[in-house]
Nanobody, 121 residues
Framework: QVQLVESGGGLVQPGGSLRLSCAAS????????MGWHRQAPGKQRELVAA???????NYAESVKGRFTISRDNAKNTVYLLMNSLKSEDTAVYYC???????????????WGQGTQVTVSS
């Protein structure tokens, strides 16, 4: 079994910063891509940022220059540093990862349970 556990969400004022973490645990042989998505009330889930196993990144246009995704492969953890937060960044943030549980299996997608980020004064 594989689990993704997020942490770091909370309430922050506009212009503030938060860092989200997501740790993968369980039967893990290797982790391919990892990423962060978010879902605001009444809206579809959208990709925020993604990072490959080699460290290549891509971002949604709305967060470029403000958010930074990174990963620590030794800890099976992905991070999302969010600066200059705006009210429109308010959402539940989910991490996801493509994980191989053995060298004989293809990667499977896993999701965390989500962490609430609220940007408000």
């Amino acid at each position: 079994q594989v689990q993704l556990v997020e942490s770091g969400g909370g309430l922050v004022q506009p212009g503030g910063s938060l860092r989200l973490s997501c740790a993968a645990s369980g039967s893990i042989f290797s982790i391919n891509g990892m990423g962060w998505h978010r879902q605001a009330p009444g809206k579809q889930r959208e990709l925020v940022a993604a990072i490959t196993s080699g460290g290549s990144t891509n971002y949604a246009e709305s967060v470029k220059g403000r958010f930074t995704i990174s990963r620590d492969n030794a800890k099976n953890t992905v991070y999302l540093l969010m600066n200059s937060l705006k009210s429109e960044d308010t959402a539940v943030y989910y991490c996801n990862a493509d994980i191989r549980s053995s060298p004989y299996r293809r990667g499977e997608g896993y999701w965390g349970q989500g962490t609430q980020v609220t940007v408000s004064s």
